[in-house]
């Protein structure tokens, strides 16, 4: 078995550096800026950061955020969080050349972003949900098209 290193109660940490696209690279390697495994930020800070992320290329990372948020948010907003992090990693999949793997997360974010339904109807922190949903469709149908995708075309707007 490997030897890993684990937080205080006992949860395997990845330490390994990992490259732009999030695939682990061997250790002791340059990587880049790790998102810490404890980020717990607010809706609005979580979203600027995750599309500050999405903007510079680093899908990976900007999913880790809005993992975070998806784990340490209200359960009300689990759905919604879990959609923007499954969009991010459709997006790394694209980036990695994986399509198979981008249909699916793609697929299972434009299902919850369908499916979310604020529980006073209003739009949450902002976030253009319509907008997002049309933006994953369009990425589906260039990989179904197998039709090239820009790096813009891989920075999905957050909020509206």
Known sequence: MVDRDRDDAGRALNSRPRDRLGRPMPPGSAGVARIP??????????????????DDGLAFNAHEV???AWKNGPFAERMLWQALAQLAVGVTHIQRGNPKGARTLLTRAITRLTEY??????????????GLIAHSQALLDALDAQTPIAPTELMPQLRG
């Open 37 to 54: 495994d404890d980020l717990d930020l607010p809706p609005e800070q979580t979203l600027t950061f995750a599309q500050q992320l999405l």
């Open 66 to 68: 809005l993992e975070a």
């Open 117 to 130: 339904r604020p529980e006073d109807g209003a739009d949450t922190y902002g976030i253009d949900r319509a």
